[in-house]
């Protein structure tokens, strides 16, 4: 959009574009931890990199940040690589942070040569208690001033495995009076003794974030290196490690993350939300991750669209959920093909209308475009199955739907009246007694007769079952991630299950990743576990003017 003004991110690359920085070059990388799946946040930062390289003829790489061997699995990676191409992004390199150590092996071993880093036999939490506060400077430990032949040694006995988890840590020596706690020789490797998913058994002690960020950033040359504000902080550090080291400059930038409201947006909480079983799986359709969101009906143009209406700030902010819904509804709005289904239903019976006959009605797939997309045949007999809802006994003045002496439209089909209505020896009304008008169908109406309600149907003989899951949100308050325990939220009536809903024949057909609208019911899109023995249909999203709020 070419009126829109240019983000502070698009300014910095502008600007750097006319001084020639980087020779009019702009690498951007995407760099996920391989320890869970991608959620919308994640497609903030996405659609921010890639976007800021497609708009400036730039590339961005995905770099796996796999830095902790305990918590990473290449099932990750694999769901992250297919939820950045589901988005509609290709990135120029496949890369991996694990790719480096060997090259930021040498960088520390360079650190510790120029005196800027030393081997500290301190435990975790001797080394916290004299980094001081952010009111007192720290004091050094009694390893601070090991000579760099020692360091060196110790430091190539880490390496070698002579030493167990937590006995060892390299830190850089930088400033323990720094007002920033960053500064205060920050630890640049640990000892870990654990598998890593690509390395294997290789290293047994692997760079700390602050340590291997910045140096993957510079070792690629990229040229913008976006982070979420809290690497704030982490600047000067990040600086100082590519201006001691004198590699590449890469340089960090910082925008805001998303928060959304009812949603919990870290991995760690979304994993024990699967651990925990509050949900099926990672993919869950009430999951804010990208396989979450594909599964419940979202397409990537409506979660593209959303972080180009969100745009990128400088400050913290709390976006609407509602913000996102209105995205896909947007989205379905002009795409999804029209169909009914009845989720609670009752029969009709026209009592006029011949028996065995049918009629094959048509319908158009997509009344917001032009042809529609085609049509497809819906089946209309003497029996049909309405909603329950459509269907009061005792009427208030203004129901425009079904009651004794009351008449709708049947979409796509005739008018009704109802005149008589059945019930059962509990009260419950089984049968709703209707009269067509036969000049009153849909397109060729000649009866002169006006009603206000139009109502979904599905032809008894003809209807096709399906099992169809309704969604509300997964948590009751409104920021969960501010609360002590986020699981007291949990909403827990966020899955409603219909059991068996009767669907139009015509669905029974319905595509994978397709968007379907039911009438007056809201979005659909099949569910990646349907079968066609057993149907399954997830609601993306109510429509908006929803009848049924
Ligand atoms: P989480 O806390 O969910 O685990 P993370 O930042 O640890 O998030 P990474 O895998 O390191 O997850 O994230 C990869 C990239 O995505 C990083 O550059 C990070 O800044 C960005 N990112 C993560 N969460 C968000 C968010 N909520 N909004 C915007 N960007 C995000
Ligand atoms: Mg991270
Ligand atoms: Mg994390």
Not at 32 to 56: D, M, R, T, V, W
Not at 171 to 198: E, G
């Amino acid at each position: 959009s070419e009126e829109k003004s240019l983000n502070f991110i698009e300014e910095i690359v502008e600007e750097d574009l006319r001084t020639g920085k980087h020779g009019g070059r702009v690498l951007t990388r995407f760099p996920p931890e391989p320890n869970g799946y991608l959620h919308i946040g994640h497609a903030k930062s996405i659609c921010l990199n890639f976007g800021l390289a497609q708009q400036y003829n730039g590339k961005t790489n995905l770099r796996f940040d796999d830095t902790n061997p305990v918590t990473e699995d290449t099932e990750y990676v694999e769901s992250i690589k297919k939820d950045i191409q589901w988005l509609g992004f290709q990135w120029a390199e496949e890369l991996y942070t694990s790719d480096y150590f060997e090259t930021l092996y040498g960088y520390a071993v360079e650190l510790i040569k120029k005196g800027l880093a030393y081997v500290d036999d301190s435990t975790a939490e001797e080394i916290a208690a004299a980094k001081g506060t952010p009111t007192e400077p720290g004091i050094p430990t009694p390893y601070r001033d090991r000579s760099i032949t020692e360091n060196l040694d110790l430091f190539a006995d880490m390496r070698a495995g002579k030493y167990k988890d937590g006995e060892k840590v390299l830190r850089a020596k930088i400033d323990l009076a720094s007002p920033n706690m960053h500064l205060r020789d920050p630890l640049l490797y640990r000892i870990k003794h654990a598998h890593h998913h690509r390395t294997g058994n290789q290293w047994c002690i692997y760079p700390m974030y602050d340590f291997a960020h910045g140096q993957s950033d510079s070792i690629e040359k990229i040229t913008h290196s976006i982070c979420t504000l809290e690497f704030i902080p982490h600047r000067p550090l990040y600086d100082w490690c590519i201006e001691k080291l004198e590699i590449f400059p890469s340089k960090q930038y910082e925008f805001a993350r998303l928060n959304m409201t009812y949603t919990v947006m870290s991995k760690r909480k979304l994993l024990q939300l699967v651990n925990d079983k509050f949900v099926e799986s990672w993919d869950d359709p009430r999951m804010p991750t990208i396989s979450g969101l594909r599964r419940r009906g979202y397409t990537p143009a409506s979660i593209r669209n959303f972080c180009d209406k969100i745009g990128v700030q400088k400050r913290e902010n709390m976006i609407d959920v509602s913000l996102l819904e209105f995205c896909i509804r947007e989205d379905l709005n002009k795409t999804a093909w029209r169909r009914m289904a009845v989720l609670d239903p009752i029969k009709l019976v026209i009592t006029n209308y011949p028996d065995g006959q049918v009629e094959n009605l048509v319908g158009e797939n997509n009344p917001e475009v032009e042809g529609g997309e085609g049509h497809r045949i819906i089946p209309f007999s003497k029996e049909l199955w309405i909603e329950r809802e459509d269907f009061m006994e005792d009427a208030p003045k203004k129901f425009f739907r079904l009651g004794p002496g009351l008449s709708v439209r049947l979409k796509h089909a005739y008018i009704v009246t109802c005149n008589d209505f059945v019930k059962d020896e509990n009260g419950k009304v089984t049968e709703v007694h209707c009269t067509y008008v036969p000049n009153s169908k849909s397109g060729e109406d000649t009866s002169g007769l006006k009603v206000k309600g139009t109502i979904h149907w599905i032809s008894v003989p003809h209807a096709k079952e399906a099992e169809v899951r309704l969604y509300d949100r997964l948590f009751n308050d409104e920021n969960p991630a501010a609360a002590e325990n986020f699981k007291e939220s949990i909403n827990p009536a966020s899955l409603h299950v219909v059991e068996r809903a009767y669907i139009e024949p015509d669905l029974a057909n319905a595509t994978p990743g397709k968007g379907y609208q039911f009438i007056r019911l809201g979005y659909f899109t099949l569910d990646t576990h349907s079968t066609p023995a057993h149907l399954v249909f997830n609601r993306t999203v109510t429509l908006k003017d929803s009848w049924g709020k």
